[in-house]
């Protein structure tokens, strides 16, 4: 009897029961170091969790965005221009790098890919990529978006050498100011082929225009240091005409406006004379031509070489100098200057 009512009324099962259930509960296994922690309600993630939600939603985020426009350019200094306006919705791509002659350029099967991939093309125009232009106009006339960046220019700007008769000198990027106008064909050309971001490059065009604006006083300032007797640019070939314009130089070069032709033994003579009879203090050689002329007459006239300059290319991208990369429009505008102080004044 005693027995029945300890097994029907007695605490001593019961405890036995309880804890008989505690101990067969399941127990939560520990999470490894540095991912969670445990509080009255669950587990909580850390930090480190917290960053891996965060990049797997950056990654959603970024699948879901949208594509850039694809630009080809031809030369460096367009494409640095369109990515000026551009800025992150477009992704450039540049046919000729540094030191390439863009006057005897062909463009190779792989730079038809890239021009017919292009959403957008830009190119100086005004016969700079001459062996080119036919390719560029009959992609025009299959209605791409095809941009002559030059076509900002009036015509009334535009020098027309007697050398290269019947053409327009195709340099204008040498003239700071004249380089600005040609920001309109870009934000054109990149609001036609993406209407979506017409007031975004409307915007970037305007603060390029700024900026070049404050890239040509730092010009004239810098230029002020050379005296009116010394400013004659004497160069490899016709490159600087709208730079010598635009900030009061005389210019002279061995060749004419295109690289095509090679200087005559003749013209060769007629320049050492000149630098002799004006007393030229030096001579400049140039990153998109060969130096052994200019080497030549440095030598017979007895005068030094004041540096290299860029022409018709700009530097290596990432190749910095005095805080500015060479590899961009503005870099290549300082480094020219600045040799040219240096050298003259």
Request: glycine fraction near 10%; aromatic fraction near 8%.
């Amino acid at each position: 009897m005693k027995s029945a009512l300890l097994g029907e009324g007695s605490s001593a099962p019961v405890q036995r029961g309880l804890a008989t259930s505690a101990s067969s509960a399941p127990t939560l296994a520990k999470p490894p170091s540095g991912f969670a922690r445990p509080t009255s309600g669950g587990w909580v993630p850390s930090a480190r969790q917290w960053g891996l939600i965060l990049l797997f939603h950056l990654c959603l985020a970024g699948a879901h965005a949208a594509p850039k426009l694809a630009v080809t350019a031809t030369v460096g200094m367009v494409a640095d221009l369109v990515s000026s306006v551009g800025g992150e919705r477009v992704q450039v791509e540049s046919l000729m790098g540094p030191g390439v002659d863009p006057h005897l350029y062909k463009a190779t099967a792989s730079d038809v890919n890239k021009l017919q991939r292009a959403q957008v093309i830009f190119y100086v125009g005004l016969l700079l990529e001459g062996k080119m232009q036919d390719l560029f106009n009959r992609m025009a006339r299959t209605k791409r978006h095809v941009y002559a960046v030059t076509e900002g220019v009036p015509e009334d700007l535009l020098l027309e050498p007697p050398e290269f008769e019947g053409h327009y000198d195709p340099h204008v990027w040498f003239d700071v100011p004249l380089w600005s106008r040609c920001v309109e064909v870009v934000v054109k050309g990149l609001s036609e082929a993406d209407p979506a971001g017409r007031e975004f490059y409307a915007a970037r065009g305007e603060e390029t225009r700024r900026r070049l604006a404050g890239l040509h006083d730092w010009v004239v300032k810098r230029i002020a240091e050379v005296p009116d007797g010394r400013r004659v640019l004497v160069t490899s070939h016709d490159a600087f005409n709208y730079f010598g314009r635009a900030y009061g130089f005389k210019v002279v070069a061995l060749q004419g406006i295109s690289t095509v032709n090679e200087a005559s033994a003749a013209d060769m003579v007629k320049l050492v004379d000149f630098i002799k009879e004006h007393r030229v203090p030096a001579v400049f050689v140039e990153s998109s031509v060969p130096p052994n002329t200019i080497q030549r007459i440095s030598k017979d006239a007895g005068v030094k070489i004041g540096g290299e300059l860029f022409s018709d290319a700009m530097g290596t991208p990432g190749q910095m100098e005095n805080g500015y990369d060479l590899g961009t429009y503005e870099g290549m505008i300082r480094h020219n200057v600045n040799t040219v102080v240096n050298a003259l004044k």
